[in-house]
């Protein structure tokens, strides 16, 4: 759920998503190799982009390309927020976002995830109609509606959430993920919705369901008891899937937090979370106001979870897939 500290939290998600989430940058700057230190500036004057005519268009077109490229030397080179050394981006994306320095695993897009995770070309989405409304007209710094369309534009997806039927290592499941880059991973109708729509097409294929949550904005605000109402709802379809013999994996990622946490999130038959992942459900400010103790050390990180029995496991970004794929033949699923 929303915070006080959501805007500070929020710029800071956004700072650092936006560095995160831009792999086609990284793709482009790898074709050209040769790794650059933030403000050398010669990489553009040295390409093949002078073959351009005497045309004003085409002028224009290879500034704009110019500063492209400047951009992309400074988005080339990140500070990883745990240990706070400069990461290589390029080598950092080939560890699958993981800092190399400390282990810190960082957000990633869902699309990416998707790839992580399941096999090549198996992955179907379903259920991408769904589109979210703004029933309430909500506005508060922002209107509801501008945030929206905002995310959208930038991450290419309609809402926080994406689900579909695909493989790992053969095995068929239904797979989901959320997106913190899109309003903060927020729970609103249309997630919610999603989830219990994938948990029933789980339970009609007898398919386990796997939902890796990045959730730190909880439920979604701006929908008000919209939102809100998703974690009964969530829940119950859990339940349900649950009663009938199903199998759901959740898997918490930094962030998992409020309103996503205290629902469907919890509820997996095995709960995996990534290492060093911020999980629980008010801040820890708002806890320390509401309890007005201090609180343990590491509190609200998979560590301290696991330790306290909240959790099944942490597995690294890089054998996760493995866990879960042992974990599926060990319980005997169909192959
Ligand atoms: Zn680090």
């Not at 991408?128 to 290419?156: C, E, H, V, W």
């Not at 970004?317 to 169909?334: D, M, T």
Request: hydrophobic share 35%; charged share 25%; with cysteine.
């Amino acid at each position: 759920m929303n915070t006080p500290a959501k805007s500070n939290k929020e710029q800071k998600t956004n700072r650092i998503t936006q560095v995160d989430s831009a792999p086609s940058r990284v793709q482009a700057s790898k074709e050209k190799n040769a790794p650059q230190i933030p403000n050398s500036s010669d990489q553009g004057e040295s390409s093949s982009h002078s073959n351009g005519g005497g045309n004003k268009g085409k002028a224009s077109r290879a500034e704009a390309s110019r500063r492209r490229r400047g951009d992309s030397n400074e988005a080339q080179w990140v500070k990883c927020r745990n240990c706070g050394k400069l990461i290589y981006k390029q080598h950092m994306e080939e560890m699958l976002f993981v800092c190399p320095e400390c282990n810190f695993h960082f957000e990633i897009p869902g699309p990416v995830r998707i790839n992580t995770l399941i096999d090549q070309g198996t992955f179907v989405e379903r259920f991408s109609k769904i589109t979210p409304q703004d029933p309430l007209k909500f506005s508060a710094k922002k209107a509801y509606k501008d945030r929206l369309n905002a995310a959208q534009k930038n991450t290419g997806l309609k809402d926080a959430c994406i689900v579909g039927e695909g493989e790992m290592e053969q095995i068929p499941v239904v797979f989901g993920v959320s997106d913190s880059r899109f309003l903060r991973g927020s729970m609103g109708s249309v997630v919610g919705e999603k989830i219990c729509r994938g948990l029933e097409l789980a339970s009609e294929l007898s398919s386990p369901f796997i939902f890796v949550s990045g959730s730190g904005g909880g439920a979604r605000m701006d929908e008000g008891i919209l939102s809100l109402m998703q974690m009964a709802k969530t829940s119950a379809a859990v339940s349900e899937f649950s009663r009938q013999g199903g199998l759901f994996i959740s898997i918490l990622t930094n962030p998992t937090m409020g309103g996503a946490m205290a629902s469907f999130a919890a509820l997996g038959d095995v709960i995996i979370a990534e290492p060093k992942a911020l999980i629980g459900f008010a801040g820890p400010n708002v806890i320390r106001q509401t309890i007005r103790s201090e609180i343990p050390d590491g509190f609200q990180t998979s560590e301290f979870l696991l330790e306290h029995g909240f959790l099944d496991f942490i597995s690294d970004r890089s054998e996760l897939k493995a866990e879960i794929v042992r974990l599926l033949r060990y319980l005997h699923l169909k192959e």
